[in-house]
């Protein structure tokens, strides 16, 4: 039988944000409508601001490939975006969306295919770097990612006594649970997935 | 600025020292000025460590004044490591302390006889040239400290290790920051050596008494640099990313790229860059006291740069820079922050570029001397560097001499120098950069500068192919100006996306000479700097077959774009027909 969905929150103070900038940089998943181009994701699903996204994000990535219109890239189910902001050197402006260097990086660049892109509902593992980890890490926090449970484990063991302390707390499927609790991991051992939500305060 | 120095390492009697009008190379400064001398003054079939050989410090044109980002110092000349012409530059305090104290250069000639080590010491009241055997086979750190008993904290240092001192080919020469850290370096080319071969061992420069170098029109130079520093501080790269994460922001966009070489260019993606990203850097160096936003020079507004702590908060190193974390950490397998600052640390105490030292290990793991990811392992290879064993000679001489030594196959390097961080495969852009720059393997020879705003050769189709080549000759013209006039590249951004604030550089060196600066102009100067470059390295033996890629770039497709380097060698031998 597979394991149940952990619906696990925390509360933590907004300086905390920085410990889980390990996991934002290797990317996490989330459930979305996919079948849809990248705009369509990030603006209609996701809230983030059209304005935000042509300024704010000069790069990304779909399924490792840099992506310059977002307009007309579709995603599919099981893809990876990587949400970057604007990066330094030849790379970074060659990386960078509709960049006048674009012709530097040739064949990397995401080309739109015909293949099956149906609407439904699916999971995307999404990747945040730089600046956008701050603006966009607690965005997505809030709404709730999902990790293995082994993931979370391993995260909650290696926080330190900072991080344990400014810790509310929690709540475990609606049921809270003392910061005690969650740093002993026992809650959490009994595999499957979790939809980690962080309230920042 | 208005002379030139010159040090006669092997003069009879001693070293002697003449000064010049700058006569011919008046206006030039950084690059334009080193290479310049170089191609004019040095026979292009001399030993690189011989007495033909000359050693040149330039500052930029506009370093030593109140502009802002001024601060590099370039150093060049033929390079041991790569038998090209060489210009490597570094920031610090150098270039602005021997521009205010009126130097366009100090060219090092000749060869002492003997085995005494000296030090220079230039100052409002000339030059002296000092034997100090109690130098000898110091590294910069111990160095530095032992010089500020004498010289005081005043002046700027640079200095060589003993890397350079045994003249091997990655050795680098060290400038001091403003804490007084021999913490930036001449990295490339093996310049270092060659300043121990004229077996000088510390150039101490003292601009007490100098003042600011003013500009011929105070008021509108002032107000171009008040736009400039605007500029920069506005746009998201200088403003932003740089000063919080510094250029190491880039292993995590260079891994998802699939352009982050592995294992000695192995792999594309790296499963541990995330312990080794800019953003995970910037976040301990916080947490242990140190900081992630710090000036390598006075004047400098974008303060790219930090201080690296380890875990009970005393000093390491200085911020290792993108290249460095990428060439002792995922090149080398390892994904530990803190192996990565120690083995910066001994780069930069030895006197060691550290893209050369990084690769260098990687393709020494490649050869069995030590497992891909070993810490302990890649420590001990440099300390035997440091400790001038047979072993660290070979290490030290590079990765080219390394891989013939051990017989690796792979060897990345171009005309002898380390390939850079980004993998050419995936990036096939940079790789036209690699091939065919006049300095060897290197990623500031085509920077991101304002091509586009130049349009220097014409807009570039994105979607063709041979827009690659086109784009590459832009950036290398744009950069090869703006090398000279001591600015450090990381305005690329600013001033490639606000032409505001390109305009604001161009008023700022106008204002300063009392002309009218164009783009044209600095198109020219890129041209001609580059032209005189190209034409030593033809003198010195070196065809349109050097500026080639090595074989397995073109044999190997590496994950996961399964790409192998294909832009044709016709093309890329078009690169320097303008």
Not at chain 2, 416 to 434: E, K, M, N, S, W
Request: with cysteine; hydrophobic share 40%.
């Amino acid at each position: 039988m597979e394991a149940p969905l952990i619906h696990l929150t925390l509360t933590l103070p907004s300086s905390l944000i920085g410990e889980f900038f390990p996991i934002l940089q290797q990317g996490f998943l989330v459930t979305a409508h996919v079948g849809c181009t990248l705009q369509r994701l990030l603006c209609r699903q996701w809230g983030i601001a059209p304005d935000y996204v042509a300024t704010r994000i000069t790069t990304i990535f779909l399924d490792s490939k840099a992506t310059d219109n977002v307009e007309t890239a579709i995603v599919r189910d099981g893809a990876t975006i990587a949400l970057s902001g604007a990066m330094p050197g030849l790379v970074g402006a060659t990386m960078r969306r509709g960049g006048h260097l674009a012709a530097m990086r040739g064949a990397m660049t995401h080309q739109e295919t015909a293949a099956d892109a149906t609407d439904r509902i699916g999971t995307v593992r999404v990747k945040l770097f730089n600046l956008l980890l701050t603006e966009l890490g607690p965005v997505f926090l809030k709404r709730g990612i999902l990790m293995g449970c082994s993931d979370v484990i391993s995260f909650f063991r290696e926080r330190d006594e900072t991080f344990w302390e400014s810790c509310d707390g929690g709540n475990i499927n609606g049921t809270p649970v003392g910061a005690g609790l969650l740093r002993t991991t026992q809650p959490l051992c009994v595999g499957g997935s979790v939809r980690l939500t962080v309230n920042f305060r | 600025m208005d002379r030139i120095a010159r040090i006669d390492m092997g003069a009879a009697g001693g070293p002697k020292v003449t000064f010049e009008e700058v006569g011919e190379y008046a206006g030039l400064g950084g690059r334009a000025l080193t290479s310049l001398v170089i191609a004019t003054e040095v026979h292009p079939l001399c030993h690189p460590l011989g007495a033909e050989n000359k050693l040149i410090f330039a500052p930029g044109m506009l370093s030593g004044t109140t502009g802002s980002m001024t601060g590099r110092l370039s150093v060049g000349c033929k390079s041991p490591l790569t038998g090209t012409i060489k210009e490597s530059n570094a920031g610090g305090q150098a270039a602005q302390v021997l521009a205010r104290i009126g130097y366009a250069a100090v060219i090092l000639e000749g060869k002492p006889a003997g085995d005494d080590l000296y030090k220079i010491i230039i100052n409002k009241d000339g030059i002296t040239v000092e034997v100090d055997n109690s130098l000898q086979l110091m590294d910069n750190y111990p160095l530095v400290e032992k010089l500020r008993k004498e010289y005081g904290d005043k002046v700027a240092y640079i200095t060589i290790g003993s890397a350079g001192e045994r003249q091997l080919l990655a050795a680098s020469i060290a400038c001091t920051d403003p804490e007084l850290r021999p913490t930036r370096h001449c990295g490339r080319g093996g310049v270092g050596a060659v300043m121990g071969a004229k077996r000088v061992k510390a150039i101490i420069l003292d601009d007490a008494g100098m003042k600011m170098r003013p500009a011929k029109e105070p008021e509108k130079f002032r107000d171009a640099n008040r736009k400039f520093v605007e500029g920069l501080r506005k746009h998201p790269v200088t403003g932003e990313g740089l000063p919080a994460y510094g250029t190491n922001v880039l292993t995590n966009v260079l891994n998802e790229a699939g352009g982050y070489p592995t294992r000695n260019f192995k792999g594309g993606v790296f499963e541990g860059s995330a312990k080794l990203s800019g953003e995970a850097q910037a976040e301990l160096e916080v947490k242990r006291g140190g900081t992630a936003t710090h000036g390598c020079h006075r004047g400098c507004v974008i303060q790219c740069s930090g201080i690296f702590n380890d875990k009970d908060g005393n000093y390491v190193t200085k911020q290792p820079e993108y290249e460095t974390v990428w060439s002792h950490g995922g090149h080398c397998g390892i994904d530990d922050l803190d192996t990565v600052a120690k083995l910066d640390y001994m780069d930069d105490n030895f006197g060691l570029d550290t893209i050369e030292m990084g690769v260098t290990i990687g393709v020494a793991m490649d050869a069995g001397l030590a497992e891909f990811g070993d810490r302990e392992a890649a420590i001990r290879l440099m300390e035997e560097v440091g400790k001038g064993t047979p072993l660290g000679r070979v290490l030290g001489c590079g990765a080219e001499i390394t891989g013939k030594v051990f017989g690796v196959e792979k060897v990345p390097v171009v005309k002898g120098q380390a390939l850079p961080a980004y993998d050419p495969r995936p990036i096939q852009g940079i790789g036209v950069t690699y091939a065919t720059t006049t300095q060897g393997a290197d990623h500031t020879a085509g920077y991101a500068i304002a091509t586009n705003i130049l349009k220097v050769g014409g807009d570039v189709d994105p979607l063709k192919t041979e827009g690659q080549v086109e784009l590459s000759r832009n950036l290398q013209i744009a950069t090869a100006a703006i090398d000279s006039t001591g600015m450090c590249l990381f305005i690329a951004f600013a001033i490639m996306d606000q032409p505001e604030t390109f305009q604001a550089l161009l008023d700022m060196l106008g204002a300063f000479y009392g002309i009218t600066m164009t783009g044209d102009d600095v198109v020219a100067l890129g041209k001609k700097v580059l032209s005189a470059e190209r034409d030593f390295n033809k003198r010195a033996g070196f065809t349109k077959e050097h500026d080639r890629l090595p074989r397995f770039f073109y044999t190997d497709p590496i994950a996961p774009h399964n790409q192998t380097f294909s832009v044709p060698d016709e093309e890329l031998d078009q690169l320097f027909n303008w």
